[in-house]
């Protein structure tokens, strides 16, 4: 079966570290996505792709990167982690074009500390 | 910009009962998709409904059912005979056109026996 999937689980690192998030799917997606979940804010974007070597930033970039070499895979980047990025990310794939409004299929979360 | 707003962070209701979750969003376009997405403990985002804006019908899941409001901008989560896998976090969501989904701040519902 297609899937998506995120690693590490969890992870626990110092502020001033280069951190990366693997997200990895099955689906053969065009459109990925990178959300930060913090308590009352719900999902906020990221980053986004709509394929191969596409990548757009979202409402909340500021201390993130992405890069998509591939379309299976689209690795988050915090290039100087701080205490601020503390959070829970998820990854989406979505097969849509612009405008169809399709599901979104999530991951199954990274939850990163940063000390 | 689109914002998505729910208005109560945390429900509490017996098992059997029904429950509304509201939602309410802005947006100055006419096309557009809002969902209802749910987060059990297992921290899995799930999707429980979609309604296409351009459809007046309301959508339904089994017993989950929406009432969308377009002028009133208002989209709505009923949860017919809750059962006690219902409990989780509920989260509306928003998308048009560049497949970007924006989030409510999510209510917490707890179905208790």
């Known amino acids: 079966d297609a899937e998506i999937t995120q690693s590490p689980r969890h992870k626990i690192t110092e502020t001033g570290r280069q951190v990366t998030l693997a997200c990895h799917q099955t689906w053969n997606h065009n459109n990925m996505f990178w959300y930060r979940q913090d308590l009352g804010h719900g999902l906020r974007l990221i980053h986004y792709?709509?394929?191969?070597?596409?990548?757009n930033k979202g409402e909340v970039s500021d201390g993130y990167s992405v890069s998509r070499s591939n379309t299976e895979d689209l690795p988050l980047t915090l290039e100087s982690a701080a205490s601020s990025q503390t959070s829970v990310y998820f990854c989406?794939?979505?097969?849509?074009?612009?405008?169809?409004?399709?599901?979104?299929?999530f991951g199954p979360g990274t939850r990163l500390t940063v000390t | 910009a689109q914002t998505v707003t729910q208005s109560q962070p945390e429900m509490s209701v017996q098992e059997a009962e029904t429950v509304t979750l509201s939602c309410t969003y802005d947006?100055?376009?006419?096309?557009?998709?809002l969902f209802w997405y749910k987060q059990p403990p297992s921290r899995q985002m799930i999707l429980v409904i979609r309604q296409e804006a351009y459809k007046q019908q309301n959508a339904t899941e089994n017993r989950f059912s929406v009432n969308f409001q377009k002028a009133a901008k208002s989209f709505s989560l009923k949860i017919s005979d809750s059962q006690l896998g219902d409990t989780a976090m509920y989260f509306c969501?928003?998308?048009?056109?560049?497949?970007?989904?924006?989030f409510g701040q999510g209510t917490r519902l707890t179905i208790n026996p």
């Open positions: 947006t100055s376009e006419n096309n557009y998709y």
């Open positions: 989406a794939s979505s097969e849509a074009l612009t405008g169809n409004g399709d599901e979104q299929y």
């Open positions: 969501a928003f998308i048009q056109g560049a497949q970007k989904l924006v």
């Open positions: 792709s709509y394929g191969v070597q596409d990548t």
